[in-house]
Nanobody, 124 residues
Framework: QVQLVESGGGLVQAGNSLRLSCVASGGTITYTRMAWFRQAPGKEREFVAFSWRGVGVRYGDAVKGRFTISRDDAKNTVYLEANTLKPEDSAVYYC??????????????????WGQGTLVTVSS
């Protein structure tokens, strides 16, 4: 029922920034727990950021201090502001949602609602 659609990816120069968006539609409830993951070719899906509305946020070690997750519930949208991008940030970025906190938010298999992803490529 709930659909997640990511956008905002593209090709950027290392050191630059971009903002990814994830729009939720088709749902009858508002998910308060949202996350961003990313997956590079041949790699496992990697945790990037987590947001629990009214509670707090958490980031993966690789992006701490550079990425910021935020949300606009009036627009049913969660954002990922990615700053000081590095070539190793290149990946398909996915958003995920859950009505409750997964047992392990860092494990992608704990999340059950996913978008199709948006590709980020960072050139050196």
């Amino acid at each position: 029922q709930v659909q997640l659609v990511e956008s905002g990816g593209g090709l950027v120069q290392a050191g630059n920034s971009l903002r990814l968006s994830c729009v939720a539609s088709g749902g009858t409830i508002t998910y308060t727990r949202m996350a961003w993951f990313r997956q590079a070719p041949g790699k496992e899906r990697e945790f990037v950021a987590f947001s629990w509305r009214g509670v707090g946020v958490r980031y993966g070690d690789a992006v701490k201090g550079r990425f910021t997750i935020s949300r606009d519930d009036a627009k049913n949208t969660v954002y990922l502001e990615a700053n000081t991008l590095k070539p190793e940030d290149s990946a398909v970025y996915y958003c995920a949602a859950s009505p409750s906190t997964p047992n392990n938010i860092y494990n992608s298999t704990q999340w059950y609602i996913w978008g199709q992803g948006t590709l980020v490529t960072v050139s050196s």
